[in-house]
């Protein structure tokens, strides 16, 4: 079996995932510690990134390896620390921990890091957080996947960050990146149907600067939310 370990190093993948494989149908606890240097320690980013997973799969996967593979030289390393970290999100004594050690990596160099840390992030579901991720995909436009990461993660929390970022000043109301997640989020309001929601965001749209460009973009999001649904909205008589 410790062959297979070192195999999972291999260049050819072929052989790291052949041996990821049996290691995971063995799932031999006393190989644990030997995976964990290879994830930490390979002498590639590939086969870091297979022990990675090895180790979720034989449930040898701890806390302490995730968080050092957070630094990890490699993005695709840290990329998948990232997303391998939720499993530790049920963690209530290490959540908090865990959680601003990941919001640095919504700024990360490596657009692919960015991306898992707003995913993983939005799992949090936590209003702070929510906020840093939205000022994240605002700074950073030409990831142009970050916008729909953000509002994969909101689920019936657009209202909140909506309403907090249309009053935060940095906000301007002629951004136009600014504008288009505030449509986004807009739109999925809508599409959520629920009408006291819905309500007070025609409110906030109608207390907007006539023809202003905030103005048209939440109008926009509001019209593609109302198309986007077969479910019928009525509001209450």
Do not use: C, Y
């Not at 930490?40 to 590939?46: E, Q, R």
């Not at 963690?91 to 160099?109: C, K, S, Y």
Request: hydrophobic residues 45%; glycine residues 6%; without cysteine.
């Amino acid at each position: 079996p410790a062959q297979w370990v070192a195999r999972l190093a291999h260049p050819n993948s072929w052989w790291r995932e052949t041996a990821q494989r049996l290691l995971v149908e063995r799932s031999d606890a006393a190989l644990d510690s030997a995976i964990k240097d290879v994830a930490l320690k390979g002498p590639t980013p590939l086969g870091r990134v297979q022990a990675l997973w090895t180790l979720d799969g034989t449930g040898g996967l701890d806390r302490k390896t995730v968080v050092a593979a957070l630094t990890d030289e490699a993005p695709v390393v840290r990329a998948t620390a990232i997303r391998l970290s939720e499993r530790f999100f049920n963690d209530a004594a290490n959540r908090a921990d865990l959680v601003a050690r990941l919001l640095p990596l919504t700024a990360d160099a490596a657009s692919e890091v960015q991306l898992q840390a707003v995913l993983t992030l939005g799992e949090h579901r936590d209003p702070a957080t929510d906020r840093v991720l939205a000022e994240t995909v605002r700074t950073h436009p030409k990831n142009t996947f970050l916008r729909d990461a953000l509002f994969s993660g909101l689920a019936d929390r657009e209202w909140p960050l909506l309403e907090a970022l249309a009053a935060d000043a940095a906000w301007r109301t002629d951004d136009p990146v600014a504008n288009g997640i505030l449509s986004g989020l807009a739109n999925g309001i809508f599409a959520a149907r629920q009408t006291a929601t819905i309500e007070r965001l025609i409110a906030l749209a109608a207390a907007q600067p006539p023809a202003s460009a905030r103005t048209k973009a939440l109008l926009d999001g509001m019209v593609a939310g109302a198309n986007g649904s077969r479910r019928p909205l009525q509001f209450p008589a």
